[in-house]
């Protein structure tokens, strides 16, 4: 009788005894290729093709792609390895891995990754997908945010969306340094559109408008085009309607997009009317502020403070807690939660600026500088130069209305 307590040792069995465990099983089959049934010829676009033996059962639990591949009689899958030629062997290898041992945390970096992600969205392995977008996601800085948007952005799964919105979030709180990093004129015109429209844009105006300008020109040395106004309106698109131009000062207009042609000289035109006009026409271009924009006072910076049904008053910046800002005025200190109601003083104080000025009463008179003493400032009535204090200067109600019709706000 044969003795079945005691077997033969073969070098065949040894491997299975020192692998105990399906996941340590499948990943010793893989690495030396025992009882594979296909292989694949992996990278010949990249110049360095290497043969990868693989298991067609194993790859069929994993993916309907290659259940289909194997199941369904392509012709390519009997007889010699089959081509594929556009994924490197690397990530063909850690595609291969995941699908063997359910994991690729050690496998995975910065430099595989994207690859990864092709061979996940080609072969329908949403798990692997979701795998490596949190890997990116961690991977995501300032400088790269808006380059990872763009390369898995085409990818259609589940968890892209999320990872895109995370991708302009960076871009919503750092929106200048984004806007004016190497990574944003590589970009493609959709992704820009997806950047301009948002609302939430932490920079200013004028900063989005030049960071457009700029995209349109390269776009236009990509398309071997003179970068004429007509030209980079072309490469924009829908893309001009969404920089707010009606938030530009007239001496940004004027030398900003009325210079450079970008705009029609009717859009022009628009926008100015828009600008100076009490009742705002309708206009193509959004007027109104982007929510993420907050302007940063300083401490003990001089403003100008609106405070709920009063006129326009001196005052100074003395605490920025939470989002409003806290000025202390006349006697009293005011706390401003909306943007609207304050402005710099440095803004709105010009030579020549048509004020109210209190000497023995509130009179008409033009401001001319800052006196060399603290809270004092020199100002004209008529024909006299006086010194008055500070918190005193008051800007009449048309001429601070005139002032912000003039400046879009």
């Given at each position: 009788?044969?003795?079945?307590?005691?077997?033969?040792?073969?070098?065949?069995a040894?491997?299975?005894?020192?692998?105990?465990?399906?996941?340590?099983?499948?990943?010793?089959?893989?690495?030396?290729?025992?009882?594979?049934?296909?292989?694949?010829?992996?990278?010949?676009?990249?110049?360095?093709?290497?043969?990868?033996?693989?298991?067609?059962?194993?790859?069929?639990?994993?993916?309907?792609?290659?259940?289909?591949?194997?199941?369904?009689?392509?012709?390519?899958?009997?007889?010699?390895?089959?081509?594929?030629?556009?994924?490197?062997?690397?990530a063909?290898?850690?595609?291969?891995?995941?699908?063997?041992?359910?994991?690729?945390?050690?496998?995975?970096?910065?430099?595989?990754?994207?690859?990864?992600?092709?061979?996940?969205?080609?072969?329908?392995?949403?798990?692997?997908?979701?795998?490596?977008?949190?890997?990116?996601?961690?991977?995501?800085?300032?400088?790269?945010?808006?380059?990872?948007?763009?390369?898995?952005?085409?990818?259609?799964?589940?968890?892209?969306?999320?990872?895109?919105?995370?991708?302009?979030?960076?871009?919503?709180?750092?929106?200048?340094?984004?806007?004016?990093?190497?990574?944003?004129?590589?970009?493609?015109?959709?992704?820009?559109?997806m950047?301009?429209?948002?609302?939430?844009?932490?920079?200013?105006?004028?900063?989005?408008?030049t960071?457009?300008e700029?995209?349109?020109?390269e776009?236009?040395?990509?398309?071997?085009?003179?970068?004429?106004?007509?030209?980079?309106?072309?490469?924009?698109?829908?893309?001009?309607?969404?920089?707010?131009?009606?938030?530009?000062?007239?001496?940004?207009?004027?030398n900003?997009?009325?210079?450079?042609?970008?705009?029609?000289?009717?859009?022009?035109?628009?926008?100015?009317?828009?600008?100076?006009?009490?009742?705002?026409?309708?206009l193509?271009?959004?007027?109104?502020?982007?929510?993420?924009?907050?302007?940063?006072?300083?401490?003990?910076?001089?403003?100008?403070?609106?405070?709920?049904?009063?006129?326009?008053?001196?005052?100074?910046?003395?605490?920025?807690e939470?989002?409003?800002?806290?000025?202390?005025?006349?006697?009293?200190?005011?706390?401003?939660?909306?943007?609207?109601?304050?402005?710099?003083?440095?803004?709105?104080?010009?030579?020549?600026?048509?004020?109210?000025?209190?000497?023995?009463?509130?009179?008409?008179?033009?401001?001319?500088?800052?006196?060399?003493?603290?809270?004092?400032?020199?100002?004209?009535?008529?024909?006299?130069?006086?010194?008055?204090?500070?918190?005193?200067?008051?800007?009449?109600?048309?001429?601070?209305?005139?002032?912000?019709?003039?400046?879009?706000?």
């Open positions: 009788m044969p003795n079945h307590k005691n077997p033969p040792t073969t070098a065949a040894d491997w299975r005894r020192s692998s105990p465990g399906i996941s340590n099983l499948l990943q010793h089959v893989l690495a030396t290729g025992q009882m594979a049934d296909v292989q694949f010829a992996v990278g010949r676009d990249h110049g360095d093709v290497k043969i990868i033996r693989a298991h067609k059962f194993i790859l069929c639990l994993n993916s309907d792609v290659f259940d289909a591949m194997f199941n369904g009689g392509l012709p390519e899958t009997r007889g010699k390895p089959i081509d594929i030629m556009e994924i490197l062997p690397d063909f290898s850690i595609m291969l891995e995941y699908m063997y041992t359910g994991s690729v945390k050690r496998t995975l970096a910065l430099e595989n990754v994207f690859h990864v992600i092709y061979c996940a969205d080609k072969y329908n392995l949403p798990i692997l997908m979701d795998v490596c977008l949190q890997f990116v996601r961690s991977l995501l800085k300032v400088d790269t945010c808006l380059a990872y948007l763009e390369i898995v952005k085409p990818f259609a799964h589940d968890s892209v969306p999320a990872f895109m919105e995370k991708c302009l979030e960076i871009v919503d709180a750092s929106t200048e340094t984004v806007l004016q990093s190497e990574q944003f004129l590589p970009i493609s015109q959709n992704t820009l559109e950047v301009v429209q948002r609302d939430t844009l932490s920079a200013d105006e004028y900063c989005i408008y960071a457009v700029k995209w349109a020109v776009a236009c040395r990509r398309n071997n085009l003179r970068p004429s106004g007509s030209n980079r309106r072309e490469m924009l698109g829908s893309v001009v309607f969404l920089v707010r131009f009606p938030l530009l000062t007239d001496s940004q207009l004027v900003g997009p009325a210079k450079s042609e970008l705009l029609l000289e009717s859009e022009l035109l628009a926008i100015y009317r828009y600008k100076h006009a009490m009742t705002k026409p309708p193509a271009f959004s007027g109104e502020p982007r929510t993420g924009y907050v302007v940063t006072f300083r401490m003990k910076e001089r403003v100008f403070v609106q405070p709920e049904d009063e006129n326009w008053l001196a005052g100074e910046v003395s605490g920025t939470g989002h409003g800002v806290t000025a202390q005025l006349v006697g009293r200190t005011v706390t401003i939660d909306e943007p609207k109601q304050i402005v710099r003083a440095f803004d709105i104080l010009k030579k020549g600026q048509p004020i109210l000025a209190f000497r023995r009463g509130w009179e008409k008179a033009k401001y001319y500088s800052a006196a060399a003493e603290r809270d004092s400032h020199i100002v004209r009535i008529g024909d006299e130069q006086i010194t008055v204090g500070f918190i005193y200067i008051r800007i009449s109600r048309d001429d601070m209305a005139a002032w912000k019709a003039t400046h879009g706000g």
